[in-house]
């Protein structure tokens, strides 16, 4: 019966608990739904748009003069006078005359020449004279020898068919005939040696003449002029000084042209340098003569700016001229070009001049990039893509192919449609499809961005929105 009681209340307490559990469950109201609230990301946007834009190729080289001569003399001997201006950095006229040698042993050897000479001319004069004379009387022992034989014949034929005269008047006239035959043979082989003799002796004149030359060209090598309007780089030369030839004395530079040596990478050289007639060599359009040769075409002569790398801020630079490829460097996979700068450009502005020694920067324009969307280079990734606004104003990644990066900039050439708005805010991780805001009234087209990068500001988003800031790019 207790057992009975027991389980009777416990039932009855567990159908009063569950009573009351209903009962409180009923009167239970339902808390509030909150909405959630979507926080945009401010942002900047550009409007794509597609132009040509001329490449401009970058590279750093030192100016050098293009002509730059070590002189040296031709002649030994003791130096008697040097110009009161021949010190390194003076700038002497061209014609000037720069140092002066002892001149007089070879003004001895320039009389000695030309006395030689004299006595040639004479000694051809006196063969010429006696070739001459000795041409004239062969004629006449010609015609004593004909008188000799015919007597010899007349004497000899008596003799023997008339039997008048003797013996000895025969042996007589013979003897006579003889001798006027030698002596005719002889003049004859000695008029013939004669124009062996003149052409010996007009070679020995010759040797002279050439003697006298050379001791005048010595004379005047005593004297070193300056070749052009030169600048004295350095001299090795005093007064009193004894010189020999081949020796170097002085080093001069002409400044009336510079050249800049201007290395570019090999793929930007290939795809971007104005080459003139086309950019294989044999096009049809090139100079006939480079036919058969294995080397760079012609460039366009192109005007470049040139700035000196130390040059105060605000420095207006040079102008340039881009003239030929000068080498091709294996080690580096490098085209360097050569520009060149005159006197006048190199004196352009009034300011401080461009000289020989600086180490320059230069701007070469290039060919042309072909609808191209100009952006900074902040707002395309390492990967390769672009964010773009759709007309949700929502975020869309969007792969891009670049063209080519310069300075600040990024050129795309294919991936974006003309008009679309590309995000130039530097962001990291956004969510695809993010929301995000920016003020409409002011899309400035991509054309007109300074590239300067867009820094997302403390109320775009941040942590909340999954992002981080990107560091600026070098």
Known sequence: ???????????????????????????????????????????????????????????????????????????????????????????????????????????????????????????????????????????????????????????????????????????????????????????????????????????SLEAADAAVRLAEANLDRCVIRVPFTARVKDKNVEAGQYISPGAPVMTLADDSLLEISIPLDSRDAARWLPFAGGDQRGDASGDASDVGKSWFPPLEPVVCRVFWTDAPSGHPGWDATLHRVERFEEATRTVTVALRVTAEQARAGGGFPLVEGMFCRAEIPGRALNRVVRLPRSAVSFEGYVWVVDADNRLQRREVEVARNEGDYAFVSGGIEEGEQVVITRLVNPLPGSKVQFDASKVPSTTALSGRPADAGPDAGGEEAGMTMEPARS
Request: with cysteine; hydrophobic share 45%; proline share 5%.
């Open 1 to 203: 019966m207790r057992k009975l009681l027991s389980l009777i209340l416990t039932l009855a307490i567990l159908a009063g608990a569950v009573a009351g559990a209903r009962i409180l469950v009923a009167m239970r109201k339902a808390p509030p739904q909150a909405s959630p609230e979507e926080r945009p990301i401010a942002v900047e946007v550009a409007r794509a748009a597609l132009v040509d834009v001329p490449v401009t190729l970058e590279g750093h080289g030192k100016a050098r003069a293009l002509d730059v001569v070590a002189v040296a003399p031709e002649v030994a001997g003791r130096v008697v006078a040097v110009h009161p201006r021949l010190d390194p950095g003076e700038v002497i006229p061209a014609g000037e005359e720069l140092v002066r040698i002892d001149p007089r042993n070879y003004e001895a050897a320039l009389a000695q020449a030309r006395a030689q000479k004299a006595q040639a001319e004479k000694a051809l004069a006196r063969l010429r004279e006696k070739a001459e004379s000795d041409r004239a009387r062969l004629s006449t022992l010609e015609r004593s020898r004909d008188l000799a034989r015919n007597e010899f014949e007349r004497v000899s034929g008596l003799l023997k068919n008339n039997q008048v005269g003797s013996q000895s008047s025969v042996e007589k006239a013979e003897a006579a005939y003889n001798q006027a035959r030698d002596a005719c043979d002889l003049l004859r082989q000695a008029v013939s040696l004669y124009p062996l003799q003149i052409a010996e002796a007009e070679q």
